[in-house]
């Protein structure tokens, strides 16, 4: 075995001292919810590093609804699920379609829908926030889950079409020729050509769509208020909003809520950089 | 086939079906789901908006209210001095991060996690951090030296930057995955080469590494201008645009009219701040539609 030589140890030591502050910037916030989760109460405001008793009895109290800031808890996460997935696959559905539809039958005025989309994606969410509730009044769809899901496809499309776009210009034309050939009709080249191929770009999409609205705080907190249609970011925002807020059961309720996209991110995350180091930046 | 005519301009045109590939009509169909959804969720709400902000009053109105001004004064803060620090760590450890080694690999994994964990628990779980009774931040100022730590968000100035803090904590790792991207598709012989000149890390820098991410690095500091337009949970989450409102950026100030039933105050506070987004959507329009 080689030993290191000084300027190697030395390197490492430099690149230590950046890597170590970079762990503990990281780790801070998460860490502390996460010390919040495992805490009783009386060890949560200690300001100790590790409680002296750690326990699993915040989450068993958050499970079985034992706190009456809790009593809705389940509702809320099957309305976050909900929302989520309903969101994912509209976007999905209509951000395919109409990349389909741009790139592959070259539909007249296609460029032109891709740059009002583009348009969108740029527009801040938050600025559109406010029109977007006043007219969601209008078609009287606040306080139902619609008015989220279709916000939150409104927000996803854009970037959708876009990256989808982007795929789809670099898959061959011969396949489709070949395939028409053949006698494929425009909804089998789509069904059995298109979409098959595009399924990394789809699967990464769609994980951005449902981890969009999952994590989605300011629309759902205009959108939905009734403690048995919000979802959970709501629901943990209404915690705030009380004096004698159980902290603890809040934190440990975070740490529920951040579990589903931390866990699908690790899942996907091949397909998730791919998609949106391609398609955030074209430099 | 169509059959041309001379003189063809003359007669009335075909009807559209006959014009129209099946190809065509089926692209038109397809692309009709978006098309819905774009002028029911975008088109018609940004114009009725506009329409309820018409009144010159709301703008005077906006003049003379001086949470308004102040939250102007933030966004530039948040836009100027936020933006720019977080972008210059991100160049900086993308860096780092480019390093091959495996223990460099493992803390990229969990790097990412501010990225891929959503904000309202860790934005609460910041804002407990910073309590200045229970919070562990006072609790460890207090075992050292013995004195009460300061009250983090009783202090517009100090809020605010906590604000920064927590925006910066949320998207330095998409950032710097970006940035990392662009550092890998500079060739590898250039460092060679340079390394083999003797050059200095600086000069590697300054004379390869930034000339190819010149670029990039400016689009994303547009584009990150745009997003943090759009950051509403850093700020109202950390403060809710305390303390006495001093705290409010232009994505909180909106909300906040709304919450008071003052539509056409909200949305002429966005309208206001349309001359920093427009030509800043422009110009990434022109990049990225190329």
Same mark, same amino acid.
């Given at each position: 075995?080689?030993?290191?030589?000084?300027?190697?140890?030395?390197?490492?030591?430099?690149?230590?001292?950046?890597?170590?502050?970079?762990?503990?910037?990281?780790?801070?916030?998460?860490?502390?919810?996460?010390?919040?989760?495992?805490?009783?109460?009386?060890?949560?405001?200690?300001?100790?590093?590790?409680?002296?008793h750690p326990t699993l009895h915040n989450f068993h109290i958050v499970?079985?609804?034992?706190?009456?800031?809790?009593?809705?808890?389940?509702?809320?996460?099957?309305?976050?699920?909900?929302?989520?997935?309903?969101?994912?696959?509209?976007?999905?559905?209509?951000?395919?379609?109409?990349?389909?539809?741009?790139?592959?039958?070259?539909?007249?005025?296609?460029?032109?829908?891709?740059?009002?989309?583009?348009?969108?994606?740029?527009?801040?969410?938050?600025?559109?926030?406010?029109?977007?509730?006043?007219?969601?009044?209008?078609?009287?769809?606040?306080?139902?889950?619609?008015?989220?899901?279709?916000?939150?496809?409104?927000?996803?499309?854009?970037?959708? +079409?876009?990256?989808?776009?982007?795929?789809?210009?670099?898959?061959?034309?011969?396949?489709?020729?070949?395939?028409?050939?053949?006698?494929?009709?425009?909804?089998?080249?789509?069904?059995?050509?298109?979409?098959?191929?595009?399924?990394?770009?789809?699967?990464? +999409?769609?994980?951005?769509?449902?981890?969009?609205?999952?994590?989605?705080?300011?629309?759902?907190?205009?959108?939905?208020?009734?403690?048995?249609?919000?979802?959970?970011?709501?629901?943990?925002?209404?915690?705030?909003? !009380?004096?004698?807020?159980?902290?603890?059961?809040?934190?440990?309720?975070?740490?529920?809520?951040?579990?589903?996209?931390?866990?699908?991110?690790?899942?996907?995350?091949?397909?998730?950089?791919?998609?949106?180091?391609?398609? !955030?930046?074209?430099? | 086939?169509?059959?041309?005519?001379?003189?063809?301009?003359?007669?009335?045109?075909?009807?559209?079906?006959?014009?129209?590939?099946?190809?065509?009509?089926?692209?038109?169909?397809?692309?009709?789901?978006?098309?819905?959804?774009?002028?029911?969720?975008?088109?018609?709400?940004?114009?009725?908006?506009?329409?309820?902000?018409?009144?010159?009053?709301?703008?005077?109105?906006?003049? #003379?209210?001086?949470?308004?001004?102040?939250?102007?004064? #933030?966004?530039?803060?948040?836009?100027?001095?936020?933006? $720019?620090?977080?972008?210059?760590?991100?160049?900086?450890?993308?860096?780092?991060?480019?390093?091959?080694?495996?223990?460099?690999?493992?803390?990229?994994?969990?790097?990412?996690?501010?990225?891929?964990?959503?904000?309202?628990?860790?934005?609460?779980?910041?804002?407990?951090?910073?309590?200045?009774?229970?919070?562990?931040? $006072?609790?460890l100022i207090f075992s050292f030296t013995g004195d009460d730590g300061? #009250?983090?968000? #009783?202090?517009?100035?100090?809020?605010?930057?906590?604000?920064?803090?927590?925006?910066?904590?949320?998207?330095?790792?998409?950032?710097?995955?970006?940035?990392?991207?662009?550092?890998?598709?500079?060739?590898?012989?250039?460092?060679?080469a340079a390394e083999v000149d003797g050059a200095s890390w600086w000069?590697?820098?300054?004379?390869?590494?930034?000339?190819?991410?010149?670029?990039?690095?400016?689009?994303?500091?547009?584009?990150?201008?745009?997003?943090?337009?759009?950051?509403?949970?850093?700020?109202?989450?950390?403060?809710?645009?305390?303390?006495?409102?001093?705290?409010?950026?232009?994505?909180?100030?909106?909300?906040?009219?709304?919450?008071?039933?003052?539509?056409?105050?909200?949305?002429?506070?966005?309208?206001?701040?349309?001359?920093?987004?427009?030509?800043?959507?422009?110009?990434?329009?022109?990049?990225?539609?190329?």
């Open positions: 075995m080689k030993l290191p030589t000084l300027r190697e140890v030395g390197n490492e030591a430099k690149l230590l001292l950046i890597g170590i502050p970079v762990f503990i910037w990281t780790m801070i916030p998460i860490y502390h919810m996460f010390l919040f989760a495992i805490s009783p109460k009386e060890d949560a405001f200690s300001g100790k590093l590790w409680p002296d499970f079985y609804q034992e706190h009456y800031f809790l009593r809705d808890f389940w509702i809320q996460f099957w309305n976050s699920t909900v929302i989520a997935l309903s969101a994912g696959a509209l976007t999905l559905f209509i951000a395919t379609a109409a990349a389909f539809s741009i790139s592959r039958l070259k539909v007249p005025g296609g460029r032109w829908v891709m740059n009002l989309a583009l348009f969108t994606y740029f527009i801040p969410a938050a600025f559109l926030a406010v029109p977007m509730y006043r007219t969601m009044g209008n078609y009287g769809l606040l306080n139902n889950h619609w008015s989220l899901i279709l916000a939150m496809v409104t927000i996803a499309s854009p970037y959708a +079409i876009w990256v989808l776009k982007q795929a789809s210009d670099k898959l061959p034309v011969e396949l489709d020729e070949a395939a028409t050939m053949d006698g494929a009709t425009t909804l089998q080249l789509f069904r059995l050509v298109y979409v098959p191929l595009m399924m990394p770009s789809l699967v990464a +999409i769609g994980t951005y769509a449902v981890l969009l609205a999952w994590n989605e705080y300011l629309y759902a907190f205009l959108l939905l208020s009734k403690d048995t249609n919000i979802t959970l970011p709501v629901a943990l925002g209404n915690f705030l909003a !009380a004096d004698d807020s159980p902290w603890e059961l809040l934190m440990t309720t975070g740490f529920i809520y951040a579990l589903p996209p931390a866990a699908i991110y690790y899942a996907f995350k091949r397909y998730m950089v791919g998609g949106l180091t391609a398609g !955030a930046v074209k430099s | 086939m169509a059959i041309t005519l001379s003189g063809d301009q003359a007669l009335p045109g075909p009807p559209l079906s006959s014009r129209l590939t099946p190809a065509q009509v089926w692209g038109i169909l397809l692309l009709a789901p978006y098309l819905l959804v774009f002028l029911a969720f975008v088109v018609y709400p940004v114009c009725y908006g506009l329409w309820l902000a018409r009144a010159p009053a709301n703008y005077v109105a906006l003049y #003379n209210d001086p949470i308004f001004a102040r939250a102007a004064v #933030n966004t530039l803060i948040f836009l100027v001095i936020g933006i $720019n620090i977080k972008m210059l760590i991100a160049l900086f450890l993308s860096g780092f991060f480019a390093q091959q080694r495996t223990w460099i690999k493992w803390l990229s994994v969990i790097f990412i996690l501010p990225w891929a964990v959503p904000s309202i628990p860790t934005i609460l779980s910041v804002r407990f951090m910073l309590n200045p009774e229970w919070g562990v931040i $006072n609790h300061p #009250n983090w968000l #009783n202090d517009p100035t100090v809020a605010l930057t906590m604000a920064i803090g927590v925006h910066i904590w949320k998207s330095l790792p998409f950032w710097t995955l970006i940035l990392i991207t662009g550092r890998l598709a500079i060739p590898h012989d250039l460092f060679e000069q590697k820098f300054r004379f390869i590494t930034w000339p190819s991410m010149q670029t990039l690095y400016v689009t994303c500091t547009l584009l990150s201008m745009i997003w943090t337009l759009g950051d509403f949970n850093s700020v109202y989450l950390l403060t809710g645009g305390g303390p006495a409102d001093l705290t409010h950026v232009l994505s909180t100030l909106g909300i906040r009219y709304l919450r008071l039933d003052q539509l056409s105050l909200a949305m002429a506070s966005i309208v206001v701040a349309m001359p920093l987004v427009l030509p800043l959507v422009y110009f990434m329009m022109k990049r990225l539609s190329r």
